[in-house]
């Protein structure tokens, strides 16, 4: 594969590219999904390409084969350059990379037990033991149990030097109940440990077995039906606390996305949006309030964000996002930090924050989040709720809305819990939350401390023409935000 790749750079540059990078990469997934006792799905799939990306007269170019020959390096590398030097016919300005990038090494998920090495066997048996309990209470009528399992073995290089290797490990799974209230036809749906059917974490088996998805199956299955005939969500304004799971989908959405400079710059407007945290604000704009920090950090240790190098061979670093409540900084390509070095200047970095991520070789890298997170503050949680005198405790994502800008948003979760005088009350069902992102994050007032805190893994992130699938973390504690409005307005 090293002969290959240096073929193509070196083709590359004979036929007039000022810059060229290539990824060979080998993905495999495994997927089996559990259903009311049965095995519904059971997916192994692998994949292996190579994607040529060049720069010639100024302009990008990309082309991508599932062909690992010499012949057909040779016709993919001609064709990225035949594209760039069609695109630059069209450019706006120059592309403008900075600083070399030329590091060498490898990188490996560390994983105790390899979930490749777990017998089919043993994946379904857990499975239908975590069916059966989210079964055992009457009035559930769906029950779900997920795994997943996902490794990608990539080698890139670049004119410049770079000559990288890395294999990423990933192991997810998750249950879910799905209760229905055979008078009216009511549907509840409870989920664990992550909504939309699994968390995912950088880890091996050992992943799975921490879920412990039979021994909380039981307990899942009976919120669910518990539910049908918990009091709806009240409509006002008041104090909410948010879990570390719909925290982390909060994170995503309100924090990762904006702070993406391809959306920024308009890349993104016509299929995920722009970005309302324009060039202007970076060091000036309050986000939220004095206790709120966020970093984007692709070092953390289990995270789907993280690795050893970005697409581009930018080394895996923690890029501050924001400090105490004032944004400091972006999502980057070596690309887009020039770009806004010719805005800003000295306020932005000198180099690319090394957030350039593609969905396989046949992808060309775009900016996508690493682990966003959320740095854990002060609170146990006991005493968080103790703190409260009146409000709502949410948890879980339901459903969402946000618009392009990533300003409005709306937010569901699968159950809350009402506090009054400090304790946990009644189930709540329904339950939904509204606001504007620097108005909802500057009324944070108190987050949990590292006790509680913990990343989450996204690993069905969004973006991009054609489309590309992300994995993502985000690390979170409990929250507290004061005057929020909840319910539905009537």
Known sequence: MKELTARALNLAQVQGASYADVRVVNRRTQNINVKNGVVEGLADNESQGLGVRVVVDGAWGFASSAVLSPAEVDRVTALAVEIARASALFKKRDVRLGQPVAHTGSYRTPVRVDPWQVSMEDKIDLLLEADRGLRATPGVRVASATLAFWRENKLFANSEGALLEQEIVESGGGIEATAVDSRTGEVQKRSYPNSFGRDQRQEGWEAILAMDLPGNAVRIGEESVALLTADRCPSGVTTVIL??????????????????????????????????????????????????????????????????????????????????????????????????????????????????????????????????????????????????????????????????????????????????????????????????????????????????????????????????VAHTGHGTAAARFRNVRVGVIR
């Not at 190098?309 to 999502?331: K, S, T």
């Not at 009402?418 to 189930?427: A, S, W």
């Not at 509680?452 to 893994?457: D, L």
């Open 243 to 468: 879990g570390p799971t719909q925290l982390a989908l909060q994170v995503h959405e309100s924090c990762g996305h904006p702070i993406e400079l391809d959306r920024v710059f308009g890349t993104e407007a016509s299929y995920a949006g722009t970005s309302f945290l324009t060039p202007e604000k970076l060091g000036t704009f309050r986000y939220g309030s004095d206790v709120v920090n966020l970093t984007a950090d692709a070092t953390l240790p289990g995270g789907l964000g993280t690795f050893g190098w970005d697409d581009e061979g930018v080394p895996a670093q923690r890029v501050p996002i924001v400090r105490q409540g004032l944004f400091v900084g972006y999502l980057s390509s070596r690309e887009s930090i020039e770009q806004l070095r010719e805005i800003v200047g000295d306020r932005a970095p000198a180099m690319s924050g090394g957030a350039m991520r593609a969905d396989g070789w046949n992808r060309i890298p775009i900016v996508r989040m690493t682990n966003v997170n959320l740095e854990p503050g002060e609170w146990e949680f006991d005493d968080l709720i103790a703190d409260t005198d009146d409000g709502l405790y949410m948890e879980l994502n339901r459903s969402w809305s946000i618009d392009d800008k990533r300003l409005n948003f709306q937010f569901g979760t699968e159950i809350a819990y009402e506090i009054k005088n400090g304790k946990m009350g009644r189930m709540i069902k329904n339950a939904t939350y509204t606001g504007i992102t620097p108005q909802f994050w500057g009324s944070c007032d108190a987050i949990c401390n590292a006790n509680h805190w913990r990343v989450w893994g996204t690993p069905n992130c969004g973006k991009g023409q054609p489309s590309q």
